[in-house]
């Protein structure tokens, strides 16, 4: 580009030193070739200074999206501060129900129940809005759209921001709960087993706990930046769910080792793919930090710094 203006101001340059020599002056011909110099030099300085601005275009990029991070770290830290005088006492409201023959929606139902008075009770204690969230039990063989485009059908188990809903397929649980579902990244590696009533509830307390995120203020805009945080986050949530169930006396033997075999089950190696989640042994761990802490203030670990 600037080889082509440069020629072309030279063009006009020897275009007026033939006009020059056609009649002009000398003093004429030397105030033209000085006018011609420079708006030359001007030219060379304009074209400089934005070959360097396309030059600092990448950094400043880089740094925008550094304040980006810093600024949503700092808004999740504070807010999850709040919740360090915040753990509930354990009693009867929070305990998890064994499925037991009751219909696949009946527990489901029975679950999420249980997560949300942990919640309601947790943001309650923080001066924090209580939690409020949709949930939608895919019947089998009877997908349904979601709010945010995508269809939930067999194999739902997600939340969605735009329409504030959790979605899980009693297919799907029904799957968790008998140990058959071998399609699952971490599984299929031999990292974990999803299996039993107790792994159900952890789907549930994980998508119940972006709803949470959601209802903060970091999990949409966090997102865009980087998935797997979140995603361990909330498996240290539903882990802090997991503890006041224990504190309760309501876990039954196993009921820990189906949560971690879940957790690791739903885990992928899939590092180099934006949408990767953690590994197996990651997730397991985040579940464990909410797990051993009972505290939702510890799971500001997991955040993007």
């Not at 501060?81 to 129900?97: F, V």
Request: charged share 25%; aromatic share 8%.
């Amino acid at each position: 580009m600037r080889a082509v203006v440069v020629r072309a101001l030279l063009v006009a340059l020897l275009a007026l030193c033939a006009a020059a020599a056609a009649g002009c002056g000398e003093a004429d011909v030397r105030e033209l070739r000085a006018q011609a110099e420079r708006e030359l030099e001007e030219a060379r300085g304009e074209f400089e200074q934005i070959e360097q601005q396309a030059r600092d275009l990448p950094e400043r990029a880089r740094e925008r999206t550094r304040e980006l991070r810093e600024r949503l770290a700092r808004r999740v830290r504070e807010t999850l501060e709040r919740l360090d005088r915040a753990i509930p006492a354990a009693g009867p409201a929070t305990r998890p129900p064994a499925r037991g023959d009751r219909p696949m929606a009946a527990f489901l139902t029975e679950v999420i129940e249980s997560v949300d008075r942990y919640w309601t009770t947790t943001l309650r204690a923080s001066d924090l809005p209580e939690p409020r969230v949709s949930y939608v039990w895919v019947e089998p063989g009877r997908p349904v759209r979601s709010g945010c485009g995508n269809v939930a059908d067999d194999n739902a188990a997600f939340y969605c921001p735009r329409d504030d809903t959790i979605y899980i397929a009693e297919a799907f649980a029904a799957d968790i709960l008998r140990g058959v579902r071998r399609d699952l990244p971490g599984a299929a590696a031999g990292q974990g087993r999803a299996v039993g009533d107790f792994g159900v509830a952890y789907i549930v307390a994980h998508e119940y706990a972006h709803n949470v995120q959601q209802e903060l203020g970091f999990f949409t805009a966090g997102r865009r930046l980087a998935v797997k945080p979140f995603e361990l986050q909330a498996d240290c949530f539903a882990g802090a769910w997991g503890n006041s169930v224990y504190r309760a006396g309501r876990l039954n033997p196993g009921d820990v080792e189906e949560a971690l075999g879940t957790a690791a089950a739903v885990g992928d190696f899939d590092n180099l793919n934006p949408q990767h989640h953690g590994t197996p042994a990651e997730r397991r761990s985040a579940w464990l930090t909410g797990y051993r802490s009972g505290d939702a203030s510890a799971c500001q670990a997991f955040l993007p710094t």
